[in-house]
């Protein structure tokens, strides 16, 4: 026993083996933009997903803005870069763009764009307003900036002779004087959508948004009661300045649109088909905007072939009426992201996280995007084998193959957003989207206003030439530049009339060979107003004579 407890202690003692615990990987930060932001509630959500904030000349990958982006910073942006603005959401989002857009639209598909209230753009379409005001007096018109917001600058009018001048730059609308009341006040709706892709075209909405109503209740407009702004408007830039404004998520004058939509099912309402006539408003409205977003985008953008490089979230105001038809109002190129209440700060934040979440914004592609274009580099210095016709075509089914991936990804990843476009009902699109080409194109109603124009100023070229001489007037057909052209000629300086009647002078040319000689002037007849200039040149001899080599005699 004793050999073996002295072997067992011979034993060397074996040391416990400890798990070495593997070391995460930190994962690399993402670079953002937000030099040119304003929103405090963008940089939270965006230090969630690991992003850094960095300068306008370092190396960024999302970059935030609150103004529309010039075409200098989306010529710079590489493939993996991405910037939170399209080029040309203007034509929607400007008041005075969309009032002529929609104009348009509602001459061509008159029933399917009955979507908007009818507007005019003043000074253009002046007398068009007046003509129409004279036609129905007893209406109401609500009379916006063209390029403002948060309800700075507007006013209500019955009395637009009196309250608009022909020279103001206005954006004159119709008034829905018959909106859906609830609790007898009137309300609009903030529908947050998002445009990640113009061509295809894929634009979410938002699960919830704001609804936002009018402090005191609401009376048909009259004239005593037209400039009672807390009753005819429900911008909350206004509201929320008053003492009777309640901050209540159920009952106050600002609510969720998930309490609303309960509203609607609590009181009968179908709320299914409210918000499908709400998204086809915004799909019909994102059409009008589309041939513009594209044709910006492809020329901005000829390279980026991995998704888009732009996406967008805007604001849509949408008014109900009495028989629950909603009506565009305006949409929000940068809808506020202040988050002063609660409410806000649930709604903003979660669909801007969700926003960040379907970017797919990650280091590893932008490493994937660096790659490819290094290899793309060296296939050309390489000559690689292969026509340039089936490079175009290998490019374009990879690009395909990735959209699908994309497309895929966003619906995974979609949070809170719910696709309206494309849809299964998207064959009814298809006749707006081929007729919307024409925005750039003539229309009956320039054409109209072209040659309205034409005539207006032929009458006035007539008043002008009725007190000149005949041969001092200009054609009145031509117009522009070619209505100021005269025929360029050789002016010979005339005799005087002062000294003499112009059908008693005669001039007697030379032959062609023969040496200059001054003309003979004896068969002119002085006028009544003679001086001694006159004196001198009618003594003048008939036949002067003239000394030359020649013997031949020349003709006088």
Same mark, same amino acid.
């Given at each position: 026993?004793?050999?073996?407890?002295?072997?067992?202690?011979?034993?060397?003692?074996?040391?416990?083996?400890?798990?070495?615990? &593997?070391?995460?990987?930190?994962?690399?930060?993402?670079?953002?933009?937000?030099?040119?932001?304003?929103?405090?509630?963008?940089?939270?959500?965006?230090?969630?997903?690991?992003?850094?904030?960095? /300068?306008?000349?370092?190396?960024?990958?999302?970059?935030?803005?609150? $103004?529309?982006?010039?075409?200098?910073?989306?010529?710079?942006?590489?493939?993996?870069?991405?910037?939170?603005?399209?080029?040309?959401?203007?034509?929607?989002?400007?008041?005075?763009?969309?009032?002529?857009?929609?104009?348009?639209?509602?001459?061509?598909?008159?029933?399917?764009?009955?979507?908007?209230?009818?507007?005019?753009?003043?000074?253009?379409?002046?007398?068009?307003?007046?003509?129409?005001?004279?036609?129905?007096?007893?209406?109401?018109?609500?009379?916006?900036?063209?390029?403002?917001?948060?309800?700075?600058?507007?006013?209500?009018?019955?009395?637009?002779?009196?309250?608009?001048?022909?020279?103001?730059?206005?954006? +004159?609308?119709?008034?829905?004087?018959?909106?859906?009341?609830?609790?007898?006040? %009137?309300?609009?709706?903030?529908?947050?959508?998002?445009?990640?892709?113009?061509?295809?075209?894929?634009?979410?909405?938002?699960?919830?948004?704001?609804?936002?109503?009018?402090?005191?209740?609401?009376?048909?407009?009259?004239?005593?009661?037209?400039?009672?702004?807390?009753? =005819?408007?429900?911008?909350?830039?206004?509201?929320? =300045?008053?003492?009777?404004?309640?901050?209540?998520?159920? &009952?106050? =004058?600002?609510?969720?649109?998930?309490?609303?939509?309960?509203?609607?099912?609590?009181?009968?309402?179908?709320?299914?088909?409210?918000?499908?006539?709400?998204?086809?408003?915004?799909?019909?409205?994102?059409? +009008?905007?589309?041939?513009?977003?594209?044709?910006?985008?492809?020329?901005?953008?000829?390279?980026?072939?991995?998704?888009?490089?732009?996406?967008?979230?805007?604001?849509?105001?949408?008014?109900?009426?009495?028989?629950?038809?909603?009506?565009?109002?305006?949409?929000?190129?940068?809808?506020?992201?202040?988050?002063?209440?609660?409410?806000? %700060?649930?709604?903003?934040? /979660?669909?801007?996280?969700?926003?960040?979440?379907?970017?797919? $914004?990650?280091?590893?592609?932008?490493?994937?995007?660096?790659?490819?274009?290094?290899?793309? +580099?060296?296939?050309?210095?390489?000559?690689?084998?292969?026509?340039?016709?089936?490079?175009?075509?290998?490019?374009?089914?990879?690009?395909?193959?990735?959209?699908? +991936?994309?497309?895929?990804?966003?619906?995974?990843?979609?949070?809170?957003?719910?696709?309206?476009?494309?849809?299964?009902?998207?064959?009814?699109?298809?006749p707006f989207f081929q007729q919307s080409g024409s925005l750039f194109?003539?229309?009956?109603?320039?054409?109209?206003?072209?040659?309205?124009?034409?005539?207006?100023?032929?009458?006035?070229?007539? &008043?002008?030439?009725?007190?000149?001489?005949?041969? %001092?007037?200009?054609?009145?057909?031509?117009?522009?530049?070619?209505?100021?052209?005269?025929r360029i000629k050789k002016k010979v300086r005339p005799v005087p009339?002062?000294?003499?009647?112009?059908?008693?002078?005669?001039?007697?040319?030379?032959?062609? /060979?023969?040496?200059?000689?001054?003309? =003979?002037?004896?068969?002119?007849?002085?006028?009544?107003?003679?001086d001694k200039l006159t004196d001198q040149i009618q003594t003048l001899?008939?036949?002067?004579?003239?000394?030359?080599?020649?013997?031949?005699?020349?003709?006088?």
């Amino acid at each position: 026993v004793k050999k073996e407890d002295e072997k067992i202690e011979e034993r060397p003692l074996e040391e416990p083996k400890v798990e070495k615990k &593997k070391k995460k990987k930190k994962k690399r930060a993402i670079g953002i933009c937000t030099a040119n932001c304003r929103y405090e509630s963008v940089r939270r959500v965006a230090r969630r997903f690991n992003f850094k904030e960095v /300068g306008e000349n370092e190396d960024w990958v999302l970059f935030w803005t609150d $103004c529309s982006v010039s075409i200098e910073r989306v010529m710079d942006m590489k493939r993996y870069q991405k910037i939170n603005h399209f080029p040309g959401m203007s034509e929607i989002c400007r008041k005075d763009l969309l009032a002529r857009n929609m104009n348009r639209m509602q001459k061509l598909f008159p029933k399917e764009y009955n979507i908007c209230p009818r507007s005019w753009c003043l000074p253009a379409d002046y007398s068009e307003f007046m003509t129409y005001h004279r036609s129905k007096k007893n209406k109401t018109y609500i009379i916006k900036p063209d390029n403002s917001c948060q309800g700075k600058g507007i006013m209500l009018t019955k009395t637009p002779k009196v309250d608009i001048k022909h020279c103001d730059n206005f954006v +004159v609308q119709q008034y829905l004087s018959k909106p859906f009341l609830i609790d007898n006040l %009137k309300f609009d709706l903030r529908v947050y959508v998002l445009v990640t892709s113009c061509d295809p075209l894929r634009i979410y909405v938002y699960k919830d948004g704001l609804v936002r109503f009018a402090v005191n209740p609401y009376q048909d407009p009259t004239n005593n009661n037209v400039d009672d702004v807390l009753m =005819h408007l429900t911008n909350y830039a206004i509201t929320k =300045h008053s003492s009777d404004f309640i901050r209540d998520e159920e &009952k106050g =004058h600002k609510r969720k649109i998930t309490h609303l939509n309960t509203w609607f099912e609590s009181n009968g309402y179908n709320r299914e088909k409210i918000w499908a006539d709400i998204e086809d408003v915004i799909v019909k409205t994102l059409i +009008v905007s589309h041939p513009t977003l594209k044709h910006n985008y492809r020329t901005c953008f000829p390279n980026h072939n991995r998704g888009s490089a732009c996406f967008e979230i805007l604001g849509f105001d949408i008014m109900l009426d009495r028989k629950l038809k909603p009506w565009l109002l305006e949409v929000n190129h940068s809808p506020s992201f202040h988050t002063d209440s609660p409410l806000d %700060k649930v709604i903003k934040e /979660g669909f801007l996280a969700d926003t960040i979440k379907m970017l797919n $914004c990650s280091y590893l592609e932008r490493k994937r995007c660096i790659e490819e274009d290094r290899r793309r +580099v060296k296939e050309r210095l390489f000559a690689k084998s292969g026509t340039r016709q089936q490079q175009h075509q290998e490019s374009l089914e990879t690009d395909k193959a990735y959209s699908l +991936v994309l497309e895929q990804a966003e619906a995974n990843n979609c949070g809170g957003y719910r696709c309206v476009y494309p849809c299964i009902n998207e064959a009814k699109y298809k006749p707006f989207f081929q007729q919307s080409g024409s925005l750039f194109t003539e229309t009956v109603a320039s054409k109209a206003r072209q040659e309205c124009a034409r005539l207006q100023r032929e009458a006035i070229l007539a &008043k002008q030439n009725e007190g000149r001489p005949r041969g %001092k007037s200009t054609d009145a057909g031509e117009s522009g530049e070619a209505a100021g052209r005269r025929r360029i000629k050789k002016k010979v300086r005339p005799v005087p009339e002062r000294l003499y009647k112009r059908p008693s002078f005669k001039m007697e040319k030379l032959p062609p /060979g023969s040496p200059r000689f001054p003309i =003979h002037m004896t068969t002119a007849t002085p006028t009544k107003k003679t001086d001694k200039l006159t004196d001198q040149i009618q003594t003048l001899p008939s036949q002067p004579q003239l000394k030359t080599t020649s013997s031949r005699k020349l003709p006088v």
